[in-house]
């Protein structure tokens, strides 16, 4: 286990090693983090500490995530590092711990060789080492290393008949929400289907009734073990674990009575109210059907509409990439396999793996809930394929060894060296991904910097607009509140998305004051675009009179009782299709408008008289001297204008425009620092976002500069 931890350790520094060498990854000396969820996990514990997010109203208890930002806060307090450097490292020295739970399980079925591939396997699995990879201070560090520990234990209580077992296993189920809050149905899978399996294979032996009564409690009382839930009333946690544990003592003491339960009144009893304890109190079918028509639903596009004021807003949730799926299921098949085994061979040798420890052990049944997670892969997302990575890690290496011993009886030796051979073959797929998977931080140095600067600037109670991804970053490095962050993802996110594609400054600054003003006056978790758009659904003006007034010059916005800033960095221009998704719709019949043309491309290049542009498969060809593009598949179209911003000189950027075509809605534009290219129609140049980063050209009378640099900008709303 030693061994295996210490190789997922070497191997999760890779990435450091890359991102040390690049400057714009690098903060206070520091590797910047991989996910937004960082941020948020990152300011709780700032907050704890009294550091930077110690004045974000809107920041979480340090209790309310549970386990993840309880052990950066300790790790701060106990070791004095840094929180930024604390949630690079963790990662690295928690992702191998699942391998214990997995050597254990070869372990237990008699193969020391078994469980240490199968470990060595999973701890690098591509799912897993994506979402645990250095600087991916998340969640998923336990999501399947708490529930691997507890199938584990479940194995161990059947296979041996011990109570003891069975204990730990319902602690660990337990326990689990405080380590991973939405993994609450995965705890219900696990115990339900521990207990069915006993019911259909041992049904007169007593430790069935003994794990029916004691996993049923701890069904029962396992939703009080999230963070919120023990942060609103921890004493409660404590009389919920002494109820288990005053259960387990009275369970042991009193299994002789269990022998044949069905002649036991007190058993029978027992056992009904403990039916009835989990249908009414835990539902866990219900929740185990809800969580997971969350995720197959993510791909729907509106929020639920509010009878309040039948207003119909995207849903972020729909553009997450881990609620994807392929168009196919053939492709959602190789996605899935290649992201839980390392590639399609390795899938298959999964499935039939799995089938095969079935077929030989049957309580490998017990595992069916980490089966079912791959299943749901291919039908909500990319998100469950990470569950299913011990078990198919187990499975694929089982038939490595089994097939060449079982053909080679009389050369055990051979038959051990082949399935090696094959278990290498399985981790090379996956160390290749580890080396090409080169992922970028959330944020660069210096749309960092930018946020820094404006900390000493700022006071309590002051607020940031940015695009929601930039939320959690803006607590962590500015200190400033924030309408929509990555915890927060509500319909205020068309509140920001209105502002930045708005072609009228006038109306950001506007819809900014009053929002904000609004937002801190009343309760944060109710949506204030809601509660501004609500009294004009109905009225004679409708909503376009709403926003046309916010418009005007003669707009009386509220007394401003704090500051607003708002922040621009050049990676939002990715987000700018995302941002119309949410903007540009009518909120009455939840109907997009027609969309707009937005190319940002990867490569570009120009030798005076002809430049040529490439995203992906998209190829584009420009005569500069008429301004005529075309495309690789025969298609033409003239140029509005093609602007060439050079890196700025002095502070000021010097914008060279070539005229082409006034009729045409295609506008290019290069800009040397950050090095863009890119093609867009009208609508979106004219946007508040893009005049007011790209072209940095703003309405004086209404913001303020007060940061930035070439690669992002602050603005101070006057």
């Given amino acids: 286990m030693s061994v295996v931890w210490f190789f997922s350790v070497l191997v999760r520094l890779n990435w450091i090693g890359d991102a040390t060498q690049i400057d714009s990854f690098m903060w206070n000396g520091v590797p910047l983090v991989t996910t937004n969820d960082s941020y948020l996990f990152g300011s709780i514990a700032q907050k704890a500490i009294g550091g930077t997010a110690s004045n974000v109203a809107d920041c979480p208890g340090i209790l309310d995530h549970g386990m993840i930002t309880v052990l950066l806060f300790v790790s701060a307090k ?28 070869g372990r237990l079925f008699g193969s020391t060789l078994w469980g240490f591939c199968a470990a060595v396997l999973a701890s690098v699995a591509q799912s897993y080492y994506n979402r645990t990879m250095a600087g991916y201070f998340d969640t998923d560090m ?18 041996k008949e011990s109570f003891a077992w069975l204990t730990a296993g319902s602690a660990t189920l337990f326990i689990y929400p405080f380590f991973y809050f939405p993994g609450v149905p995965i705890a219900y899978a696990l115990a339900l289907t521990f207990v069915g399996f006993r019911l259909l294979t041992r049904f007169r032996h007593p430790m069935t009734w003994q794990s029916f009564l004691l996993l049923g409690l701890a069904v029962m009382i396992l939703d009080g073990s999230t963070g919120r839930a023990i942060a ?140 079912g997670f791959a299943y749901l892969a291919m039908q909500g997302g990319e998100r469950f394929t990470i569950h299913a990575v011990p078990i198919g890690a187990l499975s694929a290496t089982a038939i490595c060894f089994w097939l060449p011993n079982l053909m080679m009886k009389k050369a055990p030796g051979a038959g051990k060296m082949i399935g090696l051979a094959v278990c290498s073959l399985l981790l090379f797929a996956n160390l290749q991904h580890v080396a090409a998977y080169k ?136 987000f700018i299709p995302a941002m119309r998704l949410f903007s540009e719709r009518d909120l009455l019949t939840g109907e997009p408008h027609p969309g707009r043309t937005f190319i940002s491309f990867n490569d570009w290049k120009s030798d005076g008289q002809i430049l040529q542009a490439t995203r992906g498969a998209i190829r584009m060809q420009v005569d500069r001297k008429n301004l005529q593009a075309t495309l690789d598949d025969g298609r033409q179209f003239a140029l509005n204008n093609f602007d060439y911003i050079p890196a700025a000189q002095a502070g000021r950027l010097s914008i060279k425009r070539q005229s082409g075509h006034p009729t045409s809605p295609f506008r290019l534009v290069i800009r040397e620092e950050p090095p863009l290219c890119i093609l867009m129609e009208e609508d979106i140049f004219h946007s508040n976002f893009v005049q007011m980063y790209l072209y940095e050209s703003f309405d004086a009378e209404r913001f303020e500069r007060v940061a930035g640099n070439p690669y992002a900008i602050m603005y101070r709303v006057k």
């Fill in 232 to 371: 609103r009333a921890p004493l409660l946690w404590f009389v919920r674990a002494a109820i288990l544990y005053a259960a387990s003592v009275i369970l042991q003491k009193t299994a002789g009575s269990m022998q044949v339960p069905w002649r036991s009144r007190s058993v029978m009893a027992a056992c009904a109210l403990t039916c009835l304890g989990v249908i009414v109190f835990s539902e866990p079918i219900k929740h185990i059907g809800r969580r997971t028509s969350e995720y197959i639903g993510a791909r729907s596009e509106l929020l639920p509409q509010s009878p309040a004021d039948g207003l119909n807003f995207f849903k972020a949730g729909s553009l997450v990439v881990e609620a994807q799926t392929a168009n196919s299921l053939r492709e959602n098949i190789v996605i899935t396999a290649r992201r839980v085994s390392g590639s399609l061979i390795g899938g298959i040798l999964a499935i039939a793996g799995f089938v095969l420890l079935v077929f030989h052990a049957r309580e490998f049944a017990i595992a069916l809930p980490f089966v």
């Fill in 78 to 105: 106990w070791t004095g590092l840094s929180v930024d450097t604390l949630m690079i490292w963790l990662p690295v020295f928690i992702g191998g711990i699942v391998a214990i739970p997995v050597f254990l399980i």
């Fill in 142 to 159: 336990f999501s399947i290393t708490v529930p691997a520990f507890a199938l584990y234990c479940l194995l161990a209580a059947h296979r």
């Fill in 439 to 574: 992922t970028s931080p959330v944020l660069d140095s210096k749309s960092v910097a930018t946020l820094a600067q404006t900390a000493p600037k700022s006071d309590a109670g002051d607020y940031l607009i940015t695009w929601w991804d930039y939320g959690t970053a803006a607590w962590y490095y500015s200190g400033l509140n924030t309408v929509c962050n990555p915890g927060n993802q509500n319909s205020d996110i068309y509140l920001v998305a209105k502002i930045l594609n708005s072609p009228s400054q006038a109306l950001a600054a506007n819809l900014t004051k009053v929002a904000i003003e609004t937002h801190a006056e009343a309760s944060p978790s109710r949506p204030v675009i809601r509660r501004l758009l609500k009294p004009h659904v109905k009225s004679i003006a409708g909503l376009d009179g709403f926003f046309s007034e916010v418009s005007s010059t003669n707009y009386l916005a509220p007394a401003k009782t704090r500051e607003t800033y708002l922040f621009l960095n050049h990676q939002m221009l990715n």
